[in-house]
T-cell receptor, first 113, second 111 residues
Framework: EAQVTQNPRYLITVTGKKLTVTCSQNMNHEYMSWYRQDPGLGLRQIYYSMNVEVTDKGDVPEGYKVSRKEKRNFPLILESPSPNQTSLYFC????????????FGPGTRLTVT | EDQVTQSPEALRLQEGESSSLNCSYTVSGLRGLFWYRQDPGKGPEFLFTLYSAGEEKEKERLKATLTKKESFLHITAPKPEDSATYLCAVSRGNYGQNFVFGPGTRLSVLP
């Protein structure tokens, strides 16, 4: 089944404790992206990647890191999480660099206390 | 500043009562406009892509249209299963790789 998977689905952590949210897709998509979704603000793009080793900032990259060492994986790293990073996070992938439709993962709900 | 707004914020319809959702955008270098549906607790699900003014796409009870400044999602004779949040997004950048989403319209269709 074609899908985007994220792990963990739920995470409660404390301020400053480094964490990684994994994202994997099995559709051989070139493009992958991370979003956060907050009430009243909608989905905001954090980082995106057009291919292996090619990443770029979205609109809200502060406090986040990403890497794209393999085509199928695009982990999101929070080196020192803060409470304002409490949010619902979505990973997405699409076919290529042109604006094709994105396929979204199920989401990761992160709480930073 | 690039911006996407959606109206209304919430809409309640009776089953069979047709209506339209609006997405207005101001963006430089628009590469495409997308509509997604999001059910509670799930990731957005793709509905339509529109690339140029005048373009229209249809799928079952949904029809999306695009002008130079806005897009409409028309819902004809909706059913309760059409209840969801509908998101509009625009792509921009050299290859359309940077996306801006609107806040969404929360649609409830009552039986």
């Amino acid at each position: 089944e074609a899908q985007v998977t994220q792990n963990p689905r739920y995470l409660i952590t404390v301020t400053g404790k480094k964490l990684t949210v994994t994202c994997s897709q099995n559709m051989n998509h070139e493009y992958m992206s991370w979003y956060r979704q907050d009430p009243g603000l909608g989905l905001r793009q954090i980082y995106y990647s057009m291919n292996v080793e090619v990443t770029d900032k979205g609109d809200v990259p502060e406090g986040y890191k990403v890497s794209r060492k393999e085509k199928r994986n695009f982990p999101l790293i929070l080196e020192s999480p803060s409470p304002n990073q409490t949010s619902l996070y979505f990973c997405a992938s699409s076919l290529g660099r042109n604006p094709y439709e994105q396929y979204f993962g199920p989401g990761t709900r992160l709480t930073v206390t | 500043e690039d911006q996407v707004t959606q109206s209304p914020e919430a809409l309640r319809l009776q089953e069979g009562e047709s209506s339209s959702l609006n997405c207005s955008y101001t963006v430089s270098g628009l590469r495409g406009l997308f509509w997604y549906r999001q059910d509670p607790g799930k990731g957005p699900e793709f509905l339509f892509t529109l690339y140029s003014a005048g373009e229209e796409k249809e799928k079952e009870r949904l029809k999306a249209t695009l002008t130079k400044k806005e897009s409409f999602l028309h819902i004809t004779a909706p059913k309760p299963e059409d209840s969801a949040t509908y998101l509009c997004a625009v792509s921009r950048g050299n290859y359309g790789q940077n996306f801006v989403f609107g806040p969404g319209t929360r649609l409830s269709v009552l039986p």
